[in-house]
């Protein structure tokens, strides 16, 4: 193993991270020439993943090597009404030959080979040693070909590039940006991935939520317009805490914090060196192949015609948009609108189903978007429009029914008169999920009110009337989140589909199976080797004294504090690990966090930034209270090297703005 270099120090990832701040805050459009380095060691990847997005359709691949992309064994081509199983076992006694020779090849010495094992030997080149042949047997991949895909995002993209270009260009961020929707969906704004990135920038949930509205009546990510605004955002946010777009992409699909790490491993944010030689169980092949993807589909993106011919893509999608006075069901939009539904559900992605349903109603100061041509809707005509009985100050309360013996979803739905699957869907419940006595059940608005006084009916209560949910679901949400990463991350990196319904399944990505996109938390919640961990923001002893099993004093005494001495955010502190282990100590720690921010994302998100210049006597907790009452945890994600237990004045602060959620419609 190469020897590692010597980590940078705090202060100067502190210069570099304000210098990249200041860049960003002093300098309209940061963006340069030289943003998406193309290093001429990465070419090989690049050309690689150029052919899969040009020369092979869904129909045919390459078996490669994982590491080295300049080494394709061969073509792979399938009939086009093979099955899958099929497909597996071509795919399989092809790799197990490309093995037995990469075997007899190590073997050989100076023996003569075959030609086809000679063949084999020349793609290695000069790195084509025996121990180095020896361990290619076990990174033998197959990668399926992504052309056909590839073209009908081109088409598609033309209805949004227009609006993605606005807007990278008025958040001063690169416009090479607006081709990595080809790499994360093919444009497909309805794109759903197994573990639940959703939208044509596949934003997981809890990272959405921090840009975006997603609730019980409305997902942004489904929106093409504002999931664009909130990627941008994003983009912004990871290129402010790594410094580089190189990072800043990888970071899209490994996480911020993962990009993080991987700069402290290696003591460099050299792009190669950190595709080269970071060693993280979770830094697989979709992460090491992120950015070249993407400089590939940047190259096909601004020649398409060298690639495919002739491309027509579809016009920019247009329309007006008009903000919805208060709290409207759809069918009442419907009629005073006068416009089809099937219009109005193309125009709007991210109303969902129970939206359409009946079972909720549009949010109060949702923009509606409406066909541009046709009659021109302001608020006011709106609102003059409607009966004040069709405006409602909130969405419908759900029932609830406790489940008694016998009862099932099936018979429940018959009493109530509720289609099943409606039932099911509001319950988070499969259709066939059997009932546990004493389960309350979520009922629609409407439920026989004769049957609810005599069963146990009770209104609910929790969910805010700006559109959000409570605290107790984000928290769920965010644990489901968490644990479907966990799943998907083991899952992708041993899959290698063999057609394009098999990827789809796994990811609607081009490419490799991606590992889904990580939390945007840049915080380094690991326990380092001498037992101590980094203070984070909202921590205590009291925390860490119940995650530890051990009293609060017992962790004084080891860290020599007096009763009156705060624990401060940023400092390192001694822990004991004789009952609990690291890792179940880092999942506590972590979830802990998840849910915090679940909850607050709940209710809140970002809106943009502004830099704050700091000033004599001024702490963590002045700043955020100047912020609005900005959550400690949120600035310090924001600063992540800035030292807030001495913060000197002149220091450059990064402020999140925050709205409510829903005030913006």
Do not use: C
Request: proline share 6%.
């Amino acid at each position: 193993m190469r020897p590692t270099p010597p980590k940078a120090g705090p202060h100067a990832r502190a210069v570099l991270l304000l210098a990249a701040i200041g860049l960003f805050a002093a300098v309209p459009g940061f963006a340069n020439p030289d943003a998406m380095p193309r290093p001429a060691a990465l070419e090989p990847d690049v050309q690689f993943w150029i052919r899969v997005y040009t020369q092979a359709d869904t129909n045919s691949g390459f078996l490669h090597d994982q590491y080295n992309l300049a080494v394709v064994y061969e073509t792979v081509h399938f009939a086009p009404d093979s099955s899958q199983s099929a497909r597996e076992r071509d795919v399989d006694a092809r790799r197990e030959r490309i093995a037995a020779a990469l075997r007899r090849i190590a073997a050989a010495g100076d023996n003569p080979l075959s030609p086809e094992d000679e063949r084999i030997k020349d793609l290695w080149g000069a790195a084509a040693t025996p121990s180095r042949l020896r361990e290619a047997v076990d990174d033998i991949r197959f990668q399926l070909g992504q052309a056909d895909r590839f073209r009908a995002g081109l088409i598609r993209s033309g209805a949004w590039e227009t609006h993605i270009a606005e807007t990278l260009a008025n958040r001063g961020l690169p416009a090479e940006l607006a081709v990595l929707p080809h790499v994360e969906s093919s444009f497909n704004p309805a794109a759903y991935s197994k573990v639940g990135a959703a939208g044509m920038w596949q934003f997981m949930r809890s990272t959405g939520r921090r840009y975006m509205r997603i609730d019980s009546s409305v997902d942004d990510r489904l929106d093409p317009f504002r999931s664009t605004e909130a990627a941008a955002q994003l983009l912004g946010y990871n290129y402010r805490v790594l410094g580089t777009w190189p990072l800043a992409l990888t970071a899209w699909n490994h996480g911020t914090a993962g990009m993080l790490r991987a700069k402290e491993q290696l003591g460099t944010d050299d792009i190669v060196t950190i595709l080269r030689r970071y060693n993280s169980r979770t830094f697989g092949f979709a992460s090491r192949n992120f950015y070249v993807s993407f400089l590939a589909a940047l190259d096909i993106d601004h020649n398409p015609e060298k690639y495919f011919g002739e491309v027509q893509k579809q016009s920019e999608a247009k329309f007006q948009v008009v903000p919805v006075p208060g709290y409207v069901s759809m069918a009442t939009l419907e009629h005073v609108l006068d416009v089809r539904a099937d219009t109005l559900r193309a125009l709007n992605p991210a109303l969902l189903r129970p939206v359409w349903d009946g079972q909720l109603r549009v949010p109060r100061d949702y923009h509606l978007r409406l066909p541009l041509d046709g009659e021109q809707w302001t608020p006011e005509l709106l609102a003059h429009q409607l009966n004040p009985h069709e405006l409602y100050a909130g969405q419908p309360q759900p029932k609830r029914y406790k489940v008694q013996d016998g009862d099932t979803l099936a018979r429940l739905a018959d009493r109530y008169g509720v289609p099943i699957e409606t039932l099911a869907r509001m319950n988070r419940l499969r259709v066939s999920a059997a009932l546990k006595v004493g389960r309350t059940i979520n009922l629609p608005e409407g439920a026989t009110q004769q049957l609810a006084a005599s069963t146990g009916v009770a209104p609910a209560g929790g969910a805010a009337e700006t559109g959000g949910v409570p605290a107790a679901v984000a928290q769920r949400e965010s644990a489901e989140d968490a644990a479907a990463i966990a799943t998907i991350t083991v899952v992708a990196s041993r899959e290698q589909p063999v057609s394009a319904a098999q990827a789809e399944a796994l990811s609607p990505a081009l490419g490799p199976a991606a590992e889904p996109q990580h939390d945007a938390d840049p915080t380094d919640y690991s326990v380092a080797a001498d037992d101590s961990i980094r203070v984070a923001a909202e921590e205590n002893l009291g925390y860490y004294a119940d995650w530890l099993e051990v009293s609060a004093q017992h962790l004084r005494d080891l860290n020599h504090m007096s009763a009156r001495k705060p624990v401060l955010v940023g400092r390192r502190l001694k822990l004991d690990f004789h009952k609990v282990a690291h890792d179940a100590f880092e999942q506590k720690r972590r979830d802990f966090h998840q849910q915090l921010q679940a909850a607050y994302f709940a209710a809140h998100r970002i809106s943009g930034t502004e830099i704050y210049i700091a000033r004599s006597g001024d702490s963590l907790w002045t700043v955020t209270k100047r912020a609005k009452q900005l959550p400690e945890w949120l600035l310090v994600q924001y600063n992540p090297d800035v030292d807030f237990s001495e913060l000197r004045p002149g220091t450059q602060i990064v402020i999140p703005r925050v709205e409510e959620v829903g005030s913006a419609g």
